[in-house]
Every structure is written in C-alpha cells, then in structure tokens.
C-alpha cells in the first residue's frame, strides 16, 4: 500500500499528476472527479506536513502551498483543453448555440464564455478549497489543542 507520508516528493507529484489526468479523462474534459480528488489530496498534504513536530503556522502555510500548487496543475490541464476553444468567440461561422454545453445565460456566447470561465479557472478553485478542506479536517485531530 502506498503511503503519502514516507513517499518521495517527485514520486507522490508524479502519482498525483497521473490521478489528475486520469480524473480529468473520466470527466471528459470537465473537472468534476478532480475537484472531488482534492479532499483525499488534502489528508494527504496534512498528513505530510504533520509528520514532524512543527509550529502551526509553518504546517497551514505549506498545506497552503501544496494545495495551491495541486490547482495550479489542474488549471494547466484545463487551460490546455479549453484554451483552444477561445477562437470559437471570435468565428462568426461558429455554431455556439449547438456546442454542447449548457445555456445557463440564455445567450450562446455568454453561456459559452461562462462555461469557459467555469472550466478553466473555477474549477481549479474549487479543487483548491476541498484540498483545504481535506486538510482541515485532518489537522482538526493531529495538530495538539491549545
């Protein structure tokens, strides 16, 4: 069984890396599975950080700093899917309205610049907040009360 606290740094960002692409295939495209990996994600950047005694200050700002660096990836993998259909905004010829995404804005092209914005840069925000989440909840029972 694999273990994120005794794993190599590069081993458990490639492991990472290699789940998130495998979430992002599942959802075809859409983040749903990454933002739900964030929670195990969390436990386990908690769990790294808390493996030596240290003040609490410095584990919050490195379970910050692992978090945001486990979105940053995620908004990379998004930005390569979605960014090439930025070009469809500016094609008159474009069928917006037949794309296949939700017409939440009633409108083709802000449902679609909506959708683009959801994709690429809320998603990997949310990602960002269960990973948080993930790792509040497990400092809530290692971190000593004071």
């Not at 606290?5 to 789940?19: G, I, N």
């Not at 992002?24 to 859409?30: A, K, N, S, T």
Request: some cysteine.
């Amino acid at each position: 069984m694999l273990n994120p606290v005794t794993l190599k740094t590069r081993l458990l960002l490639l492991l990472y890396a290699v789940l998130d692409v495998i979430c992002v295939g599942m959802g075809m495209g859409v983040p749903f599975f990454c933002i739900l990996l964030g929670l195990p994600v969390g436990w386990a950047i908690a769990m790294r950080a808390t493996r030596t005694p240290r003040p609490a200050r410095e584990v919050l700002g490195q379970v910050l700093r692992w978090a945001a660096l486990a979105s940053a990836f995620t908004l990379l993998l998004m930005a390569l899917i979605w960014s090439r259909m930025v070009g469809m905004l500016f094609d008159p010829a474009a069928d917006l309205a037949n794309f296949g995404i939700p017409m939440i804005l009633y409108e083709p092209a802000a449902s679609f610049v909506g959708w683009l914005v959801l994709m690429v840069v809320i998603s990997p925000f949310l990602q960002f907040l269960m990973a948080l989440l993930g790792a509040h909840l497990t400092l809530l029972r290692r971190l000593p009360a004071e």
